[in-house]
Each structure stands twice: as C-alpha cells, then as structure tokens.
C-alpha cells in the first residue's frame, strides 16, 4: 500500500507564498503521476496540478496558472507545490494524491494539510 505525507501547509498573508511537499512510500514503482487537490469550505474538491513520473508536461488548474510550480524528484519519491502570489481564494486543505493508471481517479491519497490566506 502507497503511503502519501504532505507537509508545508500554514497561515499565510495574501500575496505570500508556500511550499507543500509530498512523499511517497511503500510499493511507489507502478505510480504513473502525482499531485495535488484541495478542498475548500461550501466548495467541491478540485485538481490543483498534477505531473507524470515521467516528465510530460504538467496540468494546471487554470485558477493557478502562473502562480503554482508542481515539480517531481523521483529518486526521493517527492512531488512539491511551490505557490506564489497566494490569495484568499487559494484557502483549502490540500491533498496529495497518486494515480497508478494514466486516467482516471486517485488511488492513493494524503492526509491533507491546511493552507490559510489571509487577506
């Protein structure tokens, strides 16, 4: 079984930034991609980004376009959300996950960690 552990989340002012990271453990060699979800109060989950252990390009949310970098080290089994220019709106907990297929959802899933941005 996959483990996912986040860390970085916090308290943060508007236009701030974070660095979330993820590690993964266990039987990691069938995960075909990473990233990151979140999810706010009164809100649905949502895909923040995500990358492939490969190296194809990676998917952005357009709501943090040019302001999020998800990058990937494969040696260490780490995938990390560098988020600049952070907003209110960027408040949620966020959720690493791990996907063995190409398509489809998740299959493993972090405990989650809390960004706050204040205004």
């Known amino acids: 079984q996959v483990q996912l552990v986040e860390s970085g989340g916090g308290l943060v002012q508007a236009g701030g930034s974070l660095r979330l990271s993820c590690v993964a453990s266990?039987?990691?060699?069938?995960?075909?991609?990473m990233g990151w979800f979140r999810h706010a109060p009164g809100k649905e989950r949502e895909v923040v980004a995500h990358?492939?252990?490969?190296?194809?390009?990676?998917y952005y949310a357009d709501s943090v376009k040019g302001r999020f970098t998800i990058s990937r080290d494969n040696a260490q089994n780490t995938v990390t959300l560098q988020m600049n220019s952070l907003k209110p709106e960027d408040t949620a907990v966020y959720y690493c996950?791990?996907?063995?297929?190409?398509?489809?959802?998740?299959?493993?899933w972090g405990q989650g960690t809390q960004v706050t941005v204040s205004s």
């Open positions: 266990g039987p990691t060699f069938g995960i075909y991609d």
């Open positions: 990358i492939a252990l490969s190296g194809s390009t990676p």
């Open positions: 996950a791990a996907r063995l297929g190409r398509h489809g959802p998740p299959n493993y």
